[in-house]
């Protein structure tokens, strides 16, 4: 318990203390972010605040870790774990994805970065490593970081997926989260504030299986799936600080991917993938807005030759903006909404914690 406690202080610190001088360095590069034409015009003031913020994330959250674990080292009571070694690796890899997205918008100055193909491809090889290296390192009781089975509380056992299927859900997981943290990162703090509730859900979730007397939650290194979730969550009201409006700072891709990939790696290292969709419910009905959105769009203009559009404008919170609602107004309403979707899913989980117990 001390060392999940010494996790989420030293991010939070590394967070609140090391972001600012982020934004000056950024600053000083011209790493301005640039601002779709096509979006709500009340975003155009917002060109030039600094972007890529999410490597202060990143960063805030590795370092949590490592502190805790050289302490844990410094006790002789063990050291990182493959599970999360493997969550962070995936935060990482996505996080040099979306930087290189930032990168290029940043130095071509328009508001598209890497085309989707090259996007997708990054995330494909970021996740197909991930998913094959989470099927190895069995642990003293021969358990794998991953199973190869789909999971809800634990493993579904009527559902084996085989390897070849657990890697093709695992990146259908972890892109869809990905992408959805992405598409939800519109708004000064929506992402990052909804993001940590994800993350302080699955910091009680791992510690919870990790405590749980029977056998029925088979995870592998749960404890250390704590430390990372609770780390990120710390990362997370850090950059808040920072984040929230008016913004002095944007995650950019660099955060929005980092942040959905941990969420999906840890769902998977967890073994809790289904209720992954109750914990974000928020960053789901965003993505769900734009679907709808685009889908649409498509079947109007194929049957009348003129698109129509369901929301005045999507993802979901660039609709409410375009109504007339204030930003503050639509952050925080969505931050209760994304709260409420938390609580859901950690009450069905501690539900089967009882049961179980």
């Known amino acids: 318990m001390k060392t999940i406690l010494i996790a989420a202080v030293v991010a939070l610190m590394t967070s609140i203390l090391c972001t600012p001088l982020v934004v000056v360095y950024f600053r000083r590069r011209g790493f301005g972010q640039e601002i779709r034409i096509d979006g709500p015009q009340t975003h155009l003031v917002k060109r030039g605040t600094p972007t890529m913020g999410g490597v202060a994330i990143i960063g805030s959250t590795v370092v949590g870790y490592a502190v805790a674990h050289v302490i844990l080292a410094i006790r002789g009571q063990g050291g990182p774990t493959a599970s999360g070694l493997l969550a962070l690796f995936l935060m990482v890899g996505l996080g040099t994805v979306g930087f290189l997205d930032d990168f290029i ?10 085309r989707a193909r090259a996007k997708f491809l990054g995330q494909l090889v970021v996740t197909v490593v991930f998913a094959v290296l989470a099927l190895r390192f069995p642990g003293k009781h021969g358990l794998h970081p991953a199973s190869t089975h ?37 708004l000064d703090g929506l992402a990052a504030g909804a993001a940590a509730m994800v993350f302080g859900a699955y910091a009680l979730i791992a510690f919870l299986q990790w405590r749980n007397t029977c056998s029925c939650y ?17 990362s997370c009201f850090g950059f808040l600080w920072w984040n929230a409006p008016p913004a002095q700072i944007f995650m950019g891709d660099t955060g929005s991917l980092a942040l959905g990939g941990l969420m999906g790696g840890l769902a998977i290292l967890s073994h809790t993938e289904l209720l992954l969709i109750a914990l974000g419910g928020l960053f789901a009905a965003i993505t769900i807005s734009s679907v709808m959105q685009i889908g649409w769009f498509k079947i109007t203009r194929i049957r009348t030759g003129t698109g129509r559009r369901i929301f005045r404008m999507s993802p979901l919170h660039h609709h409410f ?9 639509i952050i925080v309403r969505f931050w209760i909404m994304g709260g409420m979707a938390v609580a859901f899913g950690v009450g069905l989980f501690y539900a089967d914690f009882i049961a179980n117990g």
């Open 218 to 234: 088979d995870v592998r290194d749960a404890l250390d799936l704590s430390i990372v979730a609770v780390a990120a969550m710390a």
């Open 321 to 329: 903006e375009l109504a007339g609602w204030e930003q503050v107004t």
């Open 105 to 114: 918008k940043i130095r071509r100055q328009r508001s598209l970065g890497l």
């Open 150 to 186: 789909l999971s809800y509380m634990r493993d579904i056992g009527a559902i084996g997926l085989g390897a070849v299927g657990f890697v093709v859900l695992a990146y259908l997981i972890i892109s869809a989260t990905s992408n959805a943290v992405n598409l939800t990162d519109g």
